[in-house]
């Protein structure tokens, strides 16, 4: 099994700055994809921005410009520098992660999810 822990949410005025962070730990083989997804109340899961093994990185049209994804593959964490806040971007932020781990006795590759974080912009 593969736990992502998420750290950094919290409340921000708009204009303001917050850092997420997730580390993922567990039987892991390999990471490939990681990323975040957020849900605000009412609206379905969505998708931030995502990483993989090489740097590749994709942002959603919304955080352009304003939020940066970045990981260490060598300590399996990954982290969302948040710029530029705004009430829309108010939400759960979830990390999750595409990994090869030990699942039920043999290593399979599995999409994972964190616990959530909230990140609140508001003045």
């Known amino acids: 099994q593969v736990q992502l822990v998420e750290s950094g949410g919290g409340l921000v005025q708009p204009g303001g700055s917050l850092r997420l962070s997730c580390a993922a730990s567990g039987s892991l083989f390999s990471i490939n994809a990681m990323g975040w997804y957020r849900q605000a109340p009412g609206k379905e899961r969505e998708l931030v921005a995502t990483i993989n093994s090489g740097g590749k990185t994709v942002y959603a049209d919304s955080v352009k410009g304003r939020f940066t994804i970045s990981r260490d593959n060598a300590k399996n964490t990954m982290d969302l520098q948040m710029n530029m806040l705004k009430p829309e971007d108010t939400a759960v932020y979830y990390c999750?992660?595409?990994?090869?781990?030990?699942?039920?006795?043999?290593?399979?590759?599995?999409?994972?999810w964190g616990q959530g974080t909230q990140v609140t912009v508001s003045s």
């Open positions: 999750t992660a595409d990994a090869t781990a030990l699942r039920a006795g043999a290593y399979y590759r599995g999409r994972d």
